[in-house]
């Protein structure tokens, strides 16, 4: 039983990362190969004034949060002035350079760590294997009502164009750079309170466990269920979260099988196994309305010009793919 | 002066032959390949191979070219081709998916444990200023000049570079013109994993070693290279491999190891782009 | 509307499907001690729980990375591990019980040896744990052992913070500061340099035994000219040389693995230099430094724990019998983590609940294993005399021997 719940949690918070990167991925059309970084400067936050300073967990969070939102600010910053591939380069640089940090500034430890991360607690009872599953639904939970409300809201339509064409969108009136900021901001504030919680899961944490790796990985993700909405963040977390566990009888195989079903997927099912225009969307859609095509769920859209549906169901005809019109429809 | 010299033209001349392949792919197509370091792996592999079985270094060179040149065909005929609709990042989160699956399937087939491939390269070598100078580093030195005036000229002033700017340029009226865009993309692919698998013999050959995680690196600064050099402008990447090559060499020189070098190329890389956002030459400038 | 709730019943789905796979996770992954063939047959039941010492049985639990960037250690010690496992077995087991080994690959990654870690506590209900990992993962294990109060023993891994857990986590491996001091005493006191410079890699262990060697050398006399850090993968070492040689070094402390060990002895054979090296455990490794390149290595002193030239039964018996098993000779890992099993046995003297076995290692003393005596735990480290070997014609001889007590003891 806890073994189930600590793999759940695991599972749980990359949910948790990639439902936030779907923000900035999905909604913002924005490539983004960084929050692997981001994880871990929630988790070292909490580490350090959680061990050092001795602050409560739950102060340790907010300040992880906060850090976070504002290094994401800062790449909000930085992406209003790279478009496309130059930004993917970036944000994985940023991956090293904060590696770096946490290697090379003393306060986050250096090379070995900061380890001895104290248990959260809440009404002086310490978090069991059972607690810790629950703060990961709630936040969960808060990251998915967050990311809903954005897709539903003027953010969200706001967005969609963005992402869709964000030179007409710019030339409409649509505010393109808080959008896009907003989206960066609020992805990495996800992934603050995902490491905020991360860190005394692992009890640990040193320069290595972050980086590129992750950040891939979480991408992968969101590849994987489908850019763009939720239901897919959440989908990849589960199945590619869980997948080292549930293939743990071919031990050694174990990578192989992860890059080579993330490559199948991609290759038969680009959208995402249930992404909007995947096909186990579709089906669902005939499903519920026979003869109407797969198309948006209201949390969001395909993706944009760098997002998975480039050509945004290029198979369609035209005026549905004109800016916005998906999540305007609604 | 001179050994940093020596040590950052011979490092750019690896990195320049490795990314080169993933930068005319992405004037093609407009997308980015890191699986094209995994070519660097699987020639290395397959030279030292067939080195420790007898044959000449040089033949295993020719059969893991040969054999990454297979790799290239393949993955842009059944994965790249049909994805190309799909956007940038779905082929390059594929491109990634199909790296780590290869770097572990290297680690299955030959064990983890470094393999050592220890070649003198018969050319002249000998110190200067202190500093040896190999042979190995002497053929690396030429292969870069041979690189980078063969890219120019080809690209330049052949009627394979045309196609391959008309292509670049735009693909629809290119393939309205008569040219045969997917014999067009699979050469770039064969080409530019060739060169990958050469540039990893010459890696291997150059540090005695051959591991399964040997690309890692290379894989992320291949990807900076191509950007700094103004994304699709082949020349742009080669003189961006030698100027990442020279710049860590020589900080490793007059600094030593006071940053880690993949930190220091991405921080220059992200100051030269908030400085110069579409990168070092901007795709126009050096079209001959 | 419609659209929205498609939307929300897919979502539902997706939790399903999370439920699904988890169970999944659990149900098929009861099979994996099936890497040890002894153990394969009774594994289905492996999960089925049961005190660890019931019946004629006991189980210890085992991590190591069999995947990922850290394998090739991770293989050393598996097969150490399982030879250990072997060899404990056809002679008595743990107080009479024979070990069943579960063993997980834990991937190299730290957040599956949370996982691991949960599942040898509460399903495979193990009395004792060896991590045959890296820091990493075996600082993540650690302190869920030892909430559970199982005892943990880390066969090589050197991060501080790993018997800094608790009471129950201890470490085999000679303390990094302790490895430094010795390696300082073989580089001034033995071979006489005076003028130092340290060339090392920056993760924790080469943290650890830097600041040991510094200390140390400077109470013997010595000048640390300069210190340089470097990354995993570095190759390029040329300069660095180049630099401490003008600066008039005589000696250098290299602390570094294979790989990066390998690069820093080939640009120092190409400078036909006669500094004095001392290098460390870290180079110690048969199939990825000593049978490749040991020759490249031909004069340097590396401190470790095993003495090849052991006259000791114990040892020689161990150095045939991996020699046999797995067709190469064992290295660090390997010879720290069957002794792992080695100091469990010996601590399995007054019994084999977790509880037991706990005070049995803290208690341990001059135990003698395939590396030599383990005189104590100070502060849940092991206390033992430094080894010192010498690299000839390629191969690994015996050297000399740090054991004066102000040095060996943390």
């Known amino acids: 039983m806890s073994y189930l719940l600590v793999v759940a949690t695991t599972v749980v918070i990359y949910a948790v990362l990639s439902v936030g990167l779907n923000i900035a991925v999905g909604y913002a059309g924005q490539p983004h190969l960084a929050q692997g970084a981001f994880l871990g400067i929630g988790a070292y936050m909490v580490a350090v004034f959680s061990t050092r300073y001795e602050l409560s967990f739950w102060v340790s969070m907010l300040i992880a949060i906060a850090v976070t939102a504002a290094s994401g600010l800062l790449l909000g910053v930085i992406s209003l002035r790279l478009r496309d591939d130059f930004l993917a380069i970036v944000t994985i640089g940023v991956n090293f350079v904060v590696v770096a940090i946490f290697q090379y500034v003393p306060w986050f430890g250096g090379a070995t760590g900061v380890y001895a991360i104290p248990l959260p607690s809440i009404g002086g009872q310490q978090f069991g294997n059972g607690e810790f599953l629950i703060l990961g639904l709630v936040m969960l939970a808060i990251a998915v009502a967050v990311s809903g409300y954005l897709a539903r809201s003027w953010l969200g339509l706001g967005l969609a164009s963005l992402r869709d064409d964000e030179l007409a969108s710019a030339s409409s009136g649509t505010p393109v750079a808080p959008f896009k900021i907003t989206a960066f901001v609020v992805s990495a504030a996800i992934a603050g309170m995902a490491g905020a919680l991360y860190a005394p899961f692992l009890s640990a944490v040193t320069p290595t466990s972050f980086g590129f790796t992750e950040s891939i990985v979480m991408l992968a993700m969101v590849m994987f269920g489908g850019v763009g909405t939720i239901r897919g963040a959440i989908l990849g977390a589960v199945v590619l979260g869980a997948l080292p566990e549930i293939f743990r009888f071919v031990s050694d195989y174990r990578l192989l099988i992860f890059g080579g079903i993330l490559v199948l997927v991609l290759r038969f099912q680009p959208q995402g196994i249930i992404g909007t225009d995947s096909a186990a969307a579709g089906w669902w859609s005939r499903f519920r309305r026979p003869g109407h095509s797969a198309d948006d769920d209201g949390s969001g859209g395909g993706a944009g010009p760098y997002g998975a549906v480039g050509a945004a169901g290029g198979s369609l005809p035209g005026p549905v793919d004109a800016p916005g019109a998906g999540s305007a429809g609604e | 002066m001179f050994p940093a010299l020596v040590d950052g033209i011979t490092v750019g001349a690896l990195y320049a032959l490795l990314a080169l392949g993933p930068s005319l792919v992405y004037g093609l197509l407009r997308v980015l390949d890191i699986a094209n370091a995994a070519a660097l792996v699987l020639g290395a592999y397959i030279g030292v191979t067939l080195f420790q079985h007898g044959l000449p270094w040089w033949l295993g060179a020719l059969a893991g070219m040969a054999g990454s040149v297979i790799l290239g065909l393949l993955l842009q005929r059944f994965l790249y081709r049909p994805l190309l609709d799909q956007g940038p990042l779905v082929v390059l989160v594929a491109s990634i998916g199909v790296f780590i699956a290869m770097e572990e399937a290297f680690r299955l087939i030959w064990k983890p444990y470094p393999r050592q491939f220890p070649v003198t390269v018969p050319l002249p070598h000998g110190t200067i200023a202190g500093t040896p100078v190999t042979g190995v580093q002497v053929l690396m030195l030429i292969l870069g000049v041979v690189v980078l005036l063969g890219s120019w000229w080809v690209l330049g002033h052949t009627r394979l570079g045309f196609t391959w700017r008309a292509t670049a340029q735009d693909r629809e009226t290119a393939r309205a013109m008569g040219v045969n865009v997917n014999r067009v993309v699979a050469g770039i692919f064969a080409a530019g994993y060739a060169l990958a698998a050469l540039a990893g013999v010459l890696f291997a050959i150059r540090y005695n070693t051959v591991t399964p995680d040997m690309g890692d690196v290379p894989a992320y600064k291949m990807l900076a290279i191509i950007v700094l050099g103004g994304l699709g402008n082949p020349m742009g990447t080669i003189l961006a491999a030698f100027v990442i090559g020279l710049a860590e060499s020589i900080v490793n020189t007059y600094w030593g190891f006071i940053l880690p070098r993949d930190t220091i190329a991405f921080l220059v890389l992200i100051a030269i782009l908030l400085i110069r956002p579409a990168g070092l030459l901007p795709k126009g400038l050096t079209r001959a | ?410």
């Open chain 3, 1 to 410: 509307m419609n659209r929205a709730r498609a939307g929300r019943m897919v979502a539902v789905a997706a939790v399903a499907l999370m439920g699904i796979s988890v169970v999944a996770a659990c149900g098929s992954s009861g099979t994996t001690s099936g890497n040890q063939p002894s153990s394969g047959s009774s594994a289905s039941g492996g999960s089925g729980g049961g005190a660890g010492a019931s019946g004629g049985t006991i189980k210890i639990g085992f991590f190591s990375p069999q995947s990922g960037i850290e394998a090739s250690d991770g293989k050393s010690a598996l097969d150490a591990a399982q030879l250990a496992v072997k060899d404990i077995n056809a002679n008595g087991g743990l107080d009479g019980k024979q070990i069943e080994l579960v063993q997980y690959d834990d991937g190299s990654d730290p957040k599956q040896a949370v996982s691991i870690a949960t599942k040898l506590t509460t399903q495979d209900k193990v009395a004792a744990v060896v991590s045959g990992s890296y820091s990493d993962q075996t600082l993540a294990g650690a302190s869920i052992f030892q909430r559970a109060g199982v005892p943990m023993l880390a066969a090589y891994a050197v991060n501080p913070g790993i018997p800094g857990t608790g009471d129950a986590i201890f470490q085999i491996a000679t303390s990094g500061p302790v490895e430094g001091k010795a390696g300082a005493v073989a580089l001034t006191k033995d071979l006489g340099a005076k003028k130092i410079a340290i060339v090392a890699i920056d993760n924790d262990f080469g943290n650890a035994l830097v600041k040991g060697f510094k200390d140390e050398a400077g109470t013997l006399g010595a000048t640390v000219l300069s210190t340089s850090m470097n990354q995993f993968g570095e190759k390029d070492f040329g300069p660095v040389i180049d630099k401490a040689v003008a600066a008039g070094a005589d000696g250098f402390y290299l602390v570094e693995y294979a790989a990066e060990g390998q690069q820093f002895l080939t640009a120092f054979r190409q400078r036909n230099l006669t500094q004095k090296i001392v290098g460390t455990e870290g180079i110690d490794s048969t199939q990825q430094f000593i049978e490749p390149n040991g020759k490249l290595a031909d004069g340097m002193v590396f401190t470790t724990v095993l003495n090849r030239d052991s006259t000791d039964p114990k040892t020689q018996a161990f150095l045939k019998n991996f020699a046999a098993a797995y067709s190469h000779a064992p290295d660090m890992v390997g010879a720290t983590t069957y002794d792992a099993f080695m100091v469990l046995q010996a601590a399995s003297k007054s019994g084999t609940s977790a509880s037991d076995l706990k005070t049995g290692i803290t208690n341990l003393s001059n135990f003698q294993g395939v590396t030599g005596t383990i005189e104590k735990f100070t502060n849940r480290v092991s206390v033992h005399p430094v080894d010192l070997e010498v690299f000839k014609d390629g191969t690994v001889h015996h050297y000399g021997v740090v054991d004066d007590p102000n040095v060996i003891n943390p």
